[in-house]
């Protein structure tokens, strides 16, 4: 009997080591964020079904993936100031819970935008502009209500948004008519009073152009000058399969670097579809009409086509890599395909695939080859 026991404890003990070995063998897949570690922080834009936890598969990969966070939408002014008297924080108190939660370094998004304006921000009770003196104050009262409402927990800010024309020139918005282009260095200036900690940044898309690039170059020039707090510039790098050319991008990466500022990637998708206006950028405000051959994959993408995907994915990342030194931030512009503003943007209703991971929450090849890319760089 004895002899029984101590065959069937030999036997135990054999599988619980050999069950031991196994768990050793199985590898953990590194992350993006534990791959990409040092050498920029890898973010993501947060929706609302993430932040308030309905959409669990994405927010499980926020977690395992992503170290960085930002607001889609829930802090345009149209949301969190939807009145003058009136500001609602609910999603955005649930979008910096999950960030603070998940210990990713929070960015808002963002402050002094033309596009998803809350509608009273510019114009009195007539629809009239107001006058220079009051929507100086609504910027103030907004900016510093919003700051104090997120001070210490909100890493850094985009205090404005695509102020500038692809040529250059000033953006005609309401912010533009009504104080010309002095409201870019007030919106900075109440921003680092708000919160003197928070980092602060200018944000704009179609940055590859030659133009826009010497403005924003100009602009940082002009904010230092006035010995206001910039700490960075932020490509938004909505992009194209035949635009831009990796090339302009880089000379805009590198004119920002030695402008001063951090350069960060702020929203970054690749659209696999046609495009109607090639200079589109990342116009919200501009829509064309839906077709069936405007919408070629609807069920899935061609091996050919995902391959070419891949492969203008990997040239950026790589050169985010070369410069990883200038780069403090890449920021995908949603979780996985799904979720992303493409499959509506600038036509309604078609079915894109600009991010990393697919409609099955699966991450595509793109993501091994980043990881492998990022270790041999090292
Ligand atoms: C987009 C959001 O992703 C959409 O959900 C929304 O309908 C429109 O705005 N540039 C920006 C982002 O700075 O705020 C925009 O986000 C995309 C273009």
Same mark, same amino acid.
């Given at each position: 009997?004895?002899?029984?026991?101590?065959?069937?404890?030999?036997?135990?003990?054999?599988?619980?080591?050999?069950?031991?070995?196994?768990?050793?063998?199985?590898?953990?897949?590194?992350?993006?964020?534990?791959?990409?570690?040092?050498?920029?922080?890898?973010?993501?834009?947060?929706?609302?079904?993430?932040?308030?936890?309905?959409?669990?598969?994405?927010?499980?990969?926020?977690?395992?993936?992503?170290?960085?966070?930002?607001?889609?939408?829930?802090?345009?002014?149209?949301?969190?100031?939807?009145? $003058?008297?009136?500001?609602?924080?609910?999603?955005?108190?649930?979008?910096?819970?999950?960030? $603070?939660?998940?210990?990713?370094?929070?960015?808002?998004?963002?402050?002094?935008?033309?596009?998803?304006?809350?509608?009273?921000?510019?114009?009195?009770?007539?629809?009239?502009?107001?006058?220079? $003196?009051?929507?100086?104050?609504?910027?103030?009262?907004?900016?510093?209500?919003?700051?104090?409402?997120?001070?210490?927990?909100?890493?850094?800010?985009?205090?404005?948004?695509?102020?500038?024309?692809?040529?250059?020139?000033?953006?005609?918005?309401?912010?533009?008519?009504?104080?010309?282009?002095?409201?870019?260095?007030?919106?900075?200036?109440?921003?680092?009073?708000?919160?003197?900690?928070?980092?602060?940044?200018?944000?704009?898309?179609?940055?590859?152009?030659?133009?826009?690039?010497?403005?924003?170059?100009?602009?940082?020039?002009?904010?230092?000058?006035?010995?206001?707090?910039?700490?960075?510039?932020?490509?938004?790098?909505?992009?194209?399969?035949?635009?831009?050319?990796?090339?302009?991008?880089?000379?805009?990466?590198?004119?920002?670097?030695?402008?001063?500022?951090?350069?960060?990637?702020?929203?970054?998708?690749?659209?696999?579809?046609?495009?109607?206006?090639?200079?589109?950028?990342?116009?919200?405000?501009?829509?064309?009409?839906?077709?069936? $051959?405007?919408?070629?994959?609807?069920?899935?993408?061609?091996?050919?086509?995902?391959?070419?995907?891949?492969?203008?994915?990997?040239?950026?990342?790589?050169?985010?890599?070369?410069?990883?030194?200038?780069?403090?931030?890449?920021?995908?512009?949603?979780?996985?395909?799904?979720?992303?503003?493409?499959?509506?943007?600038?036509?309604?209703?078609?079915?894109?695939?600009?991010?990393?991971?697919?409609?099955?929450?699966?991450?595509?090849?793109?993501?091994?080859?980043?990881?492998?890319?990022?270790?041999?760089?090292?």
């Amino acid at each position: 009997m004895k002899i029984h026991y101590f065959a069937i404890a030999v036997a135990l003990s054999f599988l619980a080591l050999l069950s031991g070995c196994k768990k050793t063998e199985v590898k953990e897949e590194p992350s993006l964020k534990s791959a990409l570690e040092g050498k920029f922080l890898m973010g993501v834009a947060v929706n609302d079904l993430q932040a308030s936890g309905v959409d669990t598969a994405g927010v499980r990969l926020i977690n395992e993936q992503f170290n960085s966070v930002v607001a889609e939408n829930c802090m345009k002014s149209e949301v969190i100031h939807p009145e $003058e008297d009136r500001y609602d924080f609910t999603k955005a108190d649930r979008f910096v819970a999950l960030g $603070e939660k998940q210990h990713a370094f929070i960015v808002g998004h963002t402050l002094i935008w033309h596009s998803q304006l809350a509608p009273w921000f510019c114009v009195d009770k007539n629809g009239k502009n107001v006058s220079r $003196e009051v929507l100086i104050k609504r910027m103030r009262d907004h900016i510093y209500t919003v700051f104090a409402r997120y001070k210490g927990r909100i890493k850094g800010w985009d205090v404005v948004n695509e102020a500038f024309e692809d040529d250059g020139s000033y953006r005609k918005t309401k912010f533009y008519d009504i104080l010309g282009k002095d409201y870019i260095p007030l919106a900075f200036q109440f921003a680092h009073e708000a919160d003197p900690d928070a980092e602060l940044y200018y944000n704009d898309f179609s940055m590859a152009h030659k133009a826009k690039r010497e403005a924003v170059v100009r602009l940082v020039g002009e904010l230092k000058a006035k010995g206001l707090r910039i700490d960075g510039v932020g490509m938004q790098t909505h992009l194209q399969m035949d635009f831009p050319p990796v090339k302009d991008y880089e000379e805009s990466l590198l004119a920002f670097a030695n402008a001063g500022v951090k350069v960060m990637i702020t929203e970054m998708d690749l659209t696999i579809l046609p495009t109607p206006d090639r200079n589109i950028g990342a116009n919200v405000g501009r829509n064309f009409a839906y077709s069936k $051959e405007m919408n070629p994959y609807p069920d899935a993408l061609p091996d050919s086509v995902a391959a070419a995907w891949t492969a203008r994915m990997e040239a950026f990342f790589n050169l985010f890599l070369k410069h990883s030194d200038k780069i403090s931030r890449v920021t995908m512009w949603g979780v996985a395909d799904s979720d992303s503003w493409r499959n509506d943007w600038p036509v309604r209703g078609r079915t894109d695939y600009p991010l990393l991971f697919d409609r099955q929450h699966h991450p595509k090849p793109i993501v091994a080859a980043i990881i492998k890319a990022a270790s041999e760089n090292k």
